[in-house]
């Protein structure tokens, strides 16, 4: 014997005056035997129909089933759909959107609920409002949501984090952002693990936009990437909370990068990392003992810096100049050839073995404003206006290596001791003694150089890059 089917009757105003149909609720559709869901415009949707993609067109209906062949038309309604049917971390739901969906207020992203396009220049969100967090976001572990593939136009996105959620992760890529500010603020509550801070990523996202210019980023307790994407409005980046652990990384910035300021003044910490980016002329602004910024030699061709809250040249640190790899603990001693070679390790041929591998991460990087002794084991960046004196010490070792590379407009110049000389690549060498002298073009005062000692008084000039004069 069957068991009775216990049915509940469609509830709308057609079907029973007085009665509405309240979204975000079920019910039980007699005509088809399915349960029902009603979404935000008051339509019923045949849950049966909806999988782990719910399709939305501008030329669909909140009444479809959010499928393929019969997509929705707004996205809130496919957003509470996707609340509906459950979505979470080990079943996250796709929102695939087609041609462009104009919206009046802000647009919602809600955790495990991923949002799509099928071609970034032809799929669109328009809204008048701005691209803000769903307040479930904070009460969810480990929310994450991905948006790739589609044109955002909104006046601006503001993700504000009211409480903390471990790998809480968005990743924003491959989309075109037409927008004037993004603002990002962390929960930075205490209690909050360190380095399990918010983090946002942006890669590959584009404002090469007739009437659109890359947004200004405003952000507080959060760690942000930005992967070759437009940031040329400048990036503000502050933590202000003492529990708070976040990290900056700006990476493969092809185009202006606008300025850069670093605001770390709280007990907390900001590590910035800048790689392979186009700084050119801009300045970049630490504020506050708790900066730590790292800066590959590609990156490194800022108008000026600016130093504040007791910050100094020590919260600033120039990466390797060929492989990127930060050498905290380097202690200047002679170069050791590989085992098994016949060369003594007091010739310049052993000294310079392994040079394209290991010399540049031997050098320890630094921006100096003022004449000073070199010291071995160390590069030094000059930037001053004026001409800058580098003098070699009086008492030097084969295989002690020297660094030096112009920024400021001034130049450079290396100064010998009595009875020292430097050789150069065609075969001649500045004059012995303090008479002769190494420096900058006056036409390049950008020039850069690296020195190796051959011997207690001579060193090798084994590389150059621009144009230097030798006395």
Known sequence: MVAPTIKVSRISNSDKAGLTATPGTMAFNNDINLIEYINSAGFYVNSGAITAVIYV?????????????????????????????????????????????????????????????????????????NLVLDTSWGTKSDPFCFIGRIGLYFNDIDFVYSSHQQQSIIKIQDCFMGLSTVTIVGSGSGGVPVGDTETIVFENCSNDIPGYVDPSY???????????????????????????????????IQQSTGNITLNATAAGTLKTHIGASNTSGKTLTINGTSNTVYVDSTSYQFGSLSFSGSATLSNLIIESLSDGIINTSYS???????????????????????????????????????????????????????????????????????????????????????????????????????????????????????LVADSTTNLVLIHVNGSIDAV
């Open 218 to 252: 405003t952000i507080t307790n959060a760690n942000v990437s930005f992967i070759n994407t437009g940031i040329n409005s400048g990036v503000t980046c502050t933590i202000s909370s003492s529990t708070t652990q976040a990290t900056l990384y700006i990476q493969n």
């Open 332 to 450: 200047p001693s002679n170069y050791t050839p590989v085992a098994g070679t016949s060369y003594a390790s007091n010739t310049l041929t052993a000294n310079l073995r392994g040079i394209d591998n290991a010399l540049s991460s031997d050098l320890q990087w630094k921006v100096i404003t003022t004449s000073q002794t070199m010291v071995a084991g160390q590069g030094y960046i000059t930037n001053s206006a004026s001409l800058i004196t580098l003098t070699i010490p009086s008492s030097i070792s084969a295989g002690q290596v020297f660094g030096v590379a112009g920024l400021g407009a001034g130049g450079w110049s290396i100064a010998q001791a009595s009875g020292q000389s430097v050789s150069l690549v065609n075969n001649t060498s500045t004059t012995t003694g303090t008479g002769g002298s190494l420096s900058s073009d006056a036409a390049f005062a950008r020039s850069s150089g690296i």
């Open 57 to 129: 067109s501008s030329t669909g209906n909140d009444s479809n089933p959010g499928t393929y062949d019969a997509p929705m038309a707004t996205y809130d309604a496919a957003r509470l759909l996707a609340i509906n049917r459950g979505a979470s971390v080990s079943n996250p739901i796709n929102i695939s959107i087609s041609g462009i969906l104009s919206i009046t207020g802000n647009v919602t992203i809600s955790p495990f609920i991923c949002v799509q396009g099928l071609n970034t220049w032809a799929d669109q969100i328009n809204a008048t409002g």
